[in-house]
Nanobody, 125 residues
Framework: QVQLVESGGRLVQAGGSLRLSCAASGRTFSSYTMGWFRQVPGKEREFVATSAWPGSSTYYADAVKGRFTISRDNAKNTVYLQMDSLKTEDTAVYYC??????????????????WGQGTQVTVSS
């Protein structure tokens, strides 16, 4: 069983930066692919970024590529999402997700088994 707790979401102005954190329970954190997703009301949950097992290769949605950076600290069981040059369209609830090993489709939320409760990010103009 893996429990995920996100933190760091808040109100920020467009062009600003924010770092989200996701702390995971469990002793085999390094064996999990960790992802960030986001969702706005009335829309499906969408892929943002992932740090994939085994070598922590990173992948990004086109909408955030070059602005967001996912990283992980396996010693601290934590994955981060550094968000720079934020835009109003980045406003959403951001979720951390985990799946053991490597899923077939890194960008599909249905392939992630564990989820955090979400943290609200609001970008004002």
């Amino acid at each position: 069983q893996v429990q995920l707790v996100e933190s760091g979401g808040r109100l920020v102005q467009a062009g600003g930066s924010l770092r989200l954190s996701c702390a995971a329970s469990g002793r085999t954190f390094s064996s999990y692919t960790m992802g960030w997703f986001r969702q706005v009301p009335g829309k499906e949950r969408e892929f943002v970024a992932t740090s994939a097992w085994p070598g922590s290769s990173t992948y990004y949605a086109d909408a955030v590529k070059g602005r967001f950076t996912i990283s992980r600290d396996n010693a601290k069981n934590t994955v981060y999402l550094q968000m720079d040059s934020l835009k109003t369209e980045d406003t959403a609830v951001y979720y951390c997700a985990a799946v053991f090993s490597l899923p077939r489709d890194l960008a599909s939320p249905t392939n992630y088994f564990y989820w955090g409760q979400g943290t609200q990010v609001t970008v004002s103009s």
